[in-house]
């Protein structure tokens, strides 16, 4: 019977559409296209060479469990990526990220989560520390200043500043993980010979559960003590885990009792932290304790132009005004923004505006959009074009006002409910045709004229104010 690849795909979408957000799907895996499938082989065809990447950057591990789920454990994924060009040719390329030696293998990866102490004979040691979070990268603001100086400061003399222990709290995505790969990092740069060792905490007691489980603690009591710099982010997950407080206790203990350098993140001061042992918080109070707080607008505006900068994007000094002005709790929330922007441009083949900035925000994060009325419309129009707000209400042919009422028209029929019909009662008492003729001229004027679509962007960013 011939296999039905793209009935195949489907159901491989159904599954990858239940663990991932809407947008994320829409964005990610709607424009994909089964190609084929053969001896094992499935092909898939993908907009671009940065579409191909972030999939398999972000999505491997979904995408390779559920092709071995839906089309047998053998399956290897074949990538057929459109390079723009006059003639729109593909090229195809294997799925060989790092994840890709899994799909080569008939066997699936043991479930075990590996344990750092059963690697202690291995030539180099795995710090676990991810390079490309640099202090070089890492942007300084009034929220996170004092945390960015101690920072540096434990980097360039680990153990031997009163900042230790280094405790940075705060919300998810102000920047604690980056900071503590960039501490890293800088250690390993001017300290070759310290043992450098970042984790989750959420790791160490699974490591922990199995270490008990084999039988085996005294191994990574005695792997933890031989660290010299131990980074462990998101020390809270160890709330309520007597056991696991206890060893922890004592490795701490021992670390800094023989200089040795700790750094810990958390979503909440000590004072605040839950079932966890006062000795323990005793001790997470030794040092300095830094709050990383929600980045200013300025610190955002930073962000963002920078990793504008890295992925090569030109995008308006206003539209970046209005993402740092909307997106205000984290990081990441930023960069996720600047990513769905690339996709949706190259995917529909589109520059970065406000409109399209507008709706990615309103689809991506939780963002109270503002209700804008066809009254503050006008309001605004008539302010930026300097005229009185009766003349666009007018019969008026002069050029100016004919422009003005075109670009209210236009604004309301973009930002409202409101039929053509009722957005012409509105603006001069015009019938439809007339709304519509006004709408499809702005919009033809925003794709070859330069300085109007300047004009109009900046009424959207007033708007939105």
């Known amino acids: 019977m011939k296999t039905d690849f793209k009935s195949l795909w489907n159901n491989c979408l159904k599954i990858i559409r239940d663990n991932i957000s809407e947008a994320a799907y829409n964005t990610w895996f709607a424009p994909i296209i089964p190609i084929s499938y053969r001896d094992n082989i499935f092909t898939v065809q993908v907009p671009s060479q940065f579409f191909y990447e972030y999939l398999e950057e972000k999505f491997i591990d979904l995408i390779q469990q559920t092709l071995y789920r839906v089309m047998g454990e053998e399956t290897i994924l074949n990538y057929r990526v459109v390079v723009a060009s006059a003639s729109n040719t593909a090229v195809e390329i294997r799925g060989e990220s790092k994840k890709q030696s899994n799909f080569s293998q008939k066997t699936v990866p043991s479930a075990k989560v590996p344990s750092p ?6 030539q180099e040691f795995d710090s676990q520390i991810n390079t490309k979070y640099t202090f070089n990268n890492y942007y300084e603001g009034d929220s996170n200043k004092l945390a960015r100086t101690a920072a540096e400061a434990v980097a360039i003399s680990p153990a031997k500043t009163a900042f230790n222990p280094l405790f940075l709290h705060g919300r998810s995505g102000v920047g604690k993980t980056h900071l503590c790969h960039a501490i890293g990092s800088k250690i390993q740069e001017l ?9 989750s905490a959420h790791l160490f007691k699974v490591q922990y559960t199995d270490a008990t489980r084999f039988n085996t603690v005294n191994d990574f009591i005695n792997f933890y003590q031989g660290i010299d710099i131990l980074i462990i982010d998101d020390i809270q997950e160890l709330s309520g885990l007597v056991k696991t407080q206890n060893t922890f206790f004592h490795i701490f203990n021992h670390l800094h009792q023989n200089n040795k350098q700790l750094i810990m993140t958390s979503d909440c001061a000590p004072m605040n932290m839950v079932d966890m042992e006062e000795r323990l918080l005793t001790r997470f109070r030794w040092g300095l304790t830094s709050l990383l707080e929600r980045p200013e607008k300025e610190l955002r505006k930073k962000i963002l132009q920078q990793k504008i900068l890295a992925d090569g994007l030109s995008i308006s000094e206003p539209v970046i005004d209005y993402i740092a002005e909307n997106v205000t709790d984290n990081v990441r929330d930023l960069e996720g923004i600047v990513v769905s922007l690339m996709a949706h441009s190259i995917i529909n083949d589109t520059e970065i505006n406000l409109t399209l900035a507008r709706r990615v925000i309103e689809q991506s994060i939780r963002f109270e959009v503002r209700k804008i009325t ?3 419309i006008q309001e605004v129009v008539c302010n930026y074009y300097n005229i009185k707000k009766e003349l666009i209400q007018s019969r008026s042919r002069k050029r100016e006002i004919v422009q003005a009422r075109q670009v209210a028209m236009y604004f309301t029929k973009e930002h409202t ?12 008492m015009r019938n439809h045709a007339t709304v519509l003729h ?12 330069k300085s109007f679509r300047s004009n109009v962007e900046e009424i959207e960013r ?4």
Request: charged letters at 25%; aromatic letters at 6%; hydrophobic letters at 40%.
């Open 462 to 465: 007033i708007l939105h104010n």
């Open 191 to 199: 300290h070759p010979d310290k043992k450098v060792l970042y984790l």
């Open 438 to 449: 006004a709408y499809n001229n702005v919009k033809g004027l925003l794709e070859v004229d």
């Open 417 to 428: 409910e409101l039929s053509l019909s009722q957005i012409g009662s509105h603006i001069g």
């Open 117 to 122: 102490f059963d690697r202690v004979e291995a």
């Open 374 to 376: 066809v009254q503050k």
